[in-house]
């Protein structure tokens, strides 16, 4: 590595055509949908890369969304209004290019992520997620995630929870 990481929207001066991260779904997606996804405004995907370099290192992508509040824990959801749905940040792919792996970029995006929910001027009550995987899913836990009563791949973080642990 030769400079920190710069994290920032997507731009057609990235270089993602060599990003590759172990799985073909997440690496297509990089290089040949998340532009269409933008254009129609679905997502909007945030990349990490050196300070030095335009190449991809990372990235992952935000919308909004909602869960249905009787998936919702029952010890959160009872302080929450007895609406129908709850609004949430969803975070749809989060990947780290296999040579920038097991450098924390991945928890780094993460964080981005949350910061950028707890920043928007919407009401956002938690940023979720569906784990891919049980690696995923152990990954989202280390950062303070909470399964869903409905599956325990599908995680949330009450921006509340983040909100008191920054004071």
Known sequence: MSGPFVIEALSSEHD???????????????????SQDIRL????????????????????TLSAGDVALQDVPEDIARKLPRYPVVPVARIGRLAIDT??????????????????????EVGIYAIAVDAKDEQAASFYRHHGFLAFASALDKLFLPLSAVAQAGK
């Open 41 to 60: 405004r679905v997502a909007q995907c945030y990349v990490a890369r050196e300070s030095d370099s335009l190449r991809v290192a990372g990235f992952y």
């Open 99 to 120: 040579a920038f792996q097991g450098k924390r970029l991945g928890g780094a995006l993460l964080w981005d992520a949350v910061s950028r929910a707890m920043r928007a």
């Open 16 to 34: 993602r055509k060599a990003f590759a991260c172990g799985s073909e779904p997440l690496d297509r997606y990089i290089r040949q949908q998340v």
